[in-house]
């Protein structure tokens, strides 16, 4: 009787299976793979697209930066709903799976300290913004133009065309120069004169060439501040304005014509002085000067030094 019994549950199992579909594998359905299969087919299509939307979107109301943390955020995320939807479709259970990725995760976090300290660096530079994508920036001793600001690190591209990776908790630890974070500069020129020259004079030539200069501002104005009597010369600085784009070309030009102008004035950049002494015991040395004619030596003199 048990065994009749038996028989016919087994009978009526395989009848309510082939009415509802055939089983791959034992457990699975057919129609359960399709749709798994389904789903993955246009789930991730879809994920590209919705990261690609995200990232536009960020650029064009935030920025570059925020676009470029707030489209991976969005990738991994769907990508990881995909994956636990289409596993959960198939019928396995994710518990015992969550278990060991809770272990995992905690042996983990030990062993990637570093790691979870750049993570939370790169959270506070993305809210504090204190760069963006495309700024130049300096970290000590790297210049660069800034690729992209991700959760680990920052990547640059330095001006000679090389790559550094930065990691988020060093940026976050030392001082970050950003160079074109506003759109105007000022180039300072030191300029030495001699002592023979007016400073009044001197300033009024300086002035007058930044004001020639195409690409030098007059808003603000250029300045020329005495910085006091240097070893050999008067020591000015010359302070012109230009935009962040014209600073390197502002920077040749505005030297090369302060030479030729102070030539054409004929104001004197004069160089160090030295006086050679030998001692009481020897005789200074012999020095005849001839009007358009090379300094030199007696032929005793040049026997002597040698």
């Known amino acids: 009787m048990m065994l009749a019994t038996l028989l016919y549950a087994l009978q009526a199992d395989a009848?309510?299976?082939?009415?509802?579909?055939?089983?791959?594998?034992?457990g699975i359905q057919l129609i359960t793979v399709v749709r798994a299969l389904v789903m993955v087919i246009v789930g991730i299509p879809f994920v590209f697209l919705l990261t690609n939307w995200v990232?536009?979107?960020s650029h064009a109301r935030i920025g570059a930066q925020f676009g470029l943390v707030a489209s991976k955020l969005v990738f991994y995320f769907g990508l990881a709903t995909l994956v636990v939807t289409t596993m959960t479709e198939l019928g396995f259970s994710l518990t015992p799976l969550l278990g060991a990725a809770g272990i995992v995760g905690i042996a983990l976090g030990f062993a990637s300290q570093t790691s979870v300290a750049n993570v939370i660096a790169g959270l506070f530079l993305i809210v504090e913004r204190p760069f963006v994508v495309d700024d130049l920036i300096q970290v000590d001793q790297h210049m660069g133009r800034v690729l992209s600001v991700d959760t680990i690190s920052v990547k640059l591209r330095t001006l000679d065309n090389k790559f550094v990776r930065i990691p988020n908790e060093t940026l976050v630890k030392s001082t970050v120069t950003n160079i074109t974070r506003f759109p105007i500069r000022r180039l300072d020129v030191m300029v030495g004169v001699a002592y023979k020259e007016s400073p009044e004079r001197v300033r009024s030539i300086l002035l007058d060439v930044a004001s020639k200069n195409p690409i030098a501002l007059m808003e603000p104005e250029p300045l020329v501040i005495f910085e006091g009597f240097g070893e050999s010369s008067l020591d000015l600085r010359f302070a012109v304005w230009t935009t962040r784009e014209n600073y390197l070309a502002l920077k040749n030009s505005l030297q090369e014509e302060v030479k030729a102008r102070f030539d054409m004035e004929?104001?004197?950049?004069?160089?160090p002085h030295r006086t050679l002494y030998v001692g009481?015991?020897?005789?200074?040395?012999?020095?005849?000067?001839?009007?358009?004619?090379p300094v030199t030596g007696s032929s005793e003199d040049t026997d002597a030094t040698e």
């Open 55 to 57: 990232r536009r979107a």
């Open 15 to 26: 009848q309510q299976g082939a009415a509802t579909g055939t089983e791959l594998v034992p």
């Open 266 to 271: 004929g104001i004197e950049i004069p160089f």
């Open 280 to 293: 009481t015991e020897s005789e200074a040395f012999p020095i005849r000067l001839v009007p358009g004619e």
